[in-house]
T-cell receptor
Framework: ETGVTQSPTHLIKTRGQQVTLRCSSQ?????VSWYQQALGQGPQFIFQYYREEENGRGNFPPRFSGLQFPNYSSELNVNALELDDSALYLC??????????????FGQGTRLTVV | DAKTTQPPSMDCAEGRAANLPCNHS???????VYWYRQIHSQGPQYIIH???NNETNEMASLIITEDRKSSTLILPHATLRDTAVYYCIVRVGGLQGGSEKLVFGKGTKLTVNP
């Protein structure tokens, strides 16, 4: 167990809809990163939140957005869903910033299916 | 793009050591090598990381060559539960503040056979 919790575990949405995925980070961690993993591929970096601000973004369109809350939990929002958005969405929690850093610990993921 | 190269698949007999190679010929002097594994449909699990010295923990050992252009992850006594996809990752471009992003390749599918 990593102490990183994601919800929901599975989700089915219709093309064009919007979805919100949630992540509770491990206690003491201040950084949350989101990854998308298509079937048969390695995870791809979407963006990272550090101290409630976006801190780096991968090659994903603006309809992928996020939030980080004061307790360092995070949300991933995807608007105007497309069929290709079907994937496993992973959240990774870590302690970042200057000084001591930790490796990233992943949640179990949310399996999103867009039909 | 991932900065590492791994074989797509490997097999290992249960109880034997599993040695998973990784090439990272363009690694920079201050970049760490990380290993994660992913058991089917679960989130990746951190295994170990290192900079230049060999490292060992309760899960595995990491051997990094002197020129740092390649490394080997060693699972000393593989079990059936070690069957997974193993990712070798070089930390890419430290983000301001925060933590490093991880750039995953396709990894090595390790199958441990009875």
């Amino acid at each position: 167990e990593t102490g990183v919790t994601q919800s929901p575990t599975h989700l089915i949405k219709t093309r064009g809809q919007q979805v919100t995925l949630r992540c509770s980070s491990q206690s003491g961690h201040n950084t949350v990163s989101w990854y998308q993993q298509a079937l048969g591929q390695g995870p791809q970096f979407i963006f990272q939140y550090y101290r409630e601000e976006e801190n780096g973004r991968g090659n994903f369109p603006p309809r992928f957005s996020g939030l980080q809350f004061p307790n360092y939990s995070s949300e991933l929002n995807v608007n105007a869903l497309e069929l290709d958005d079907s994937a496993l969405y992973l959240c990774a929690s870590s302690l970042g910033g200057r000084g001591r850093r930790t490796e990233a610990f992943f949640g179990q993921g949310t399996r999103l299916t867009v039909v | 793009d991932a900065k590492t190269t791994q074989p797509p698949s490997m097999d290992c007999a249960e109880g034997r050591a599993a040695n998973l190679p990784c090439n990272h010929s363009t690694i920079s002097g201050n970049e760490y090598v990380y290993w994660y594994r992913q058991i089917h449909s679960q989130g990746p699990q951190y295994i170990i990381h290192g900079l230049k010295n060999n490292e060992t923990n309760e899960m595995a050992s990491l051997i990094i060559t002197e020129d740092r252009k390649s490394s080997t992850l060693i699972l000393p006594h593989a079990t059936l539960r070690d069957t997974a996809v193993y990712y070798c990752i070089v930390r890419v471009g430290g983000l301001q503040g925060g933590s490093e992003k991880l750039v995953f390749g396709k990894g090595t599918k390790l199958t441990v056979n009875p």
